[in-house]
């Protein structure tokens, strides 16, 4: 069936680093969001993109719908703190039928 | 304005109990859909309405997984008998869907932590 490959699955940061994180799957898709979920949450849209080749920017957060229409990425500029978290990408079909990401894991390096 | 609302927060059973987790979706909002989160398999959709009509429940696990939404700003998702491994977090989210309208983003609830003994 349809599968969203997320990556990287976890990553570590330091206060003021850019964060990049991406989605790709074979299949074709006409709806690409991201959400992130902090603990004890539940997901909160951060960006929708309904155009292929469309990028999108929300403050520090910038994604973008691949030109192929089978990817994402999302890039957080000069993290903070509060960034931590997790973050999914989700994309809609044809059919409308949403499929989410695995999450990629955000923290903060110590 | 008022987010998607769920109710328990937090379920804690014994195996075999009858559990019903409750929802309340934005108001306006014609599509409501019930997801299971767990480590191990993440963000799983179980059923989705739209117009409070079931339109797709081949994400639920089993016959002991039910779900109704006999009106525009209530649902339930009812498991029985409940499992130890029925535990995880129960998340409703809803969305505007219009006609040949594009797909609008689902907005989350917090979620129920839901854990069988």
New interface residues.
Partial sequence: GQQLNQSPQSMFIQEGEDVSMNCTSSSIF??W?W?KQDP??????LI?L?KAGELTSNGRLTAQFGITRKDSFLNISASIPSDVGIY?CAA?SSA????????TRLSIRP | DAG?IQSPRHEVTEMGQEVTLRCKPISGHNSLFWYRQTMMR??E?LIYFNNNVPI?DSGMPEDRFSAKMPNASFSTLKIQPSEPRDSAVY?C?SSL?GQGA??Q???????TRLSIL
């Fill in positions: 006409n709806t969001l959400y004890g949450e539940g997901p909160v849209l929708a309904y999914f809609y409308s039928k949403i499929i989410f990401g695995s999450g | 998607v993440g963000l959709l797709d998340f989210a869907r594009r797909n983003p689902q907005h989350f609830g917090d979620g």
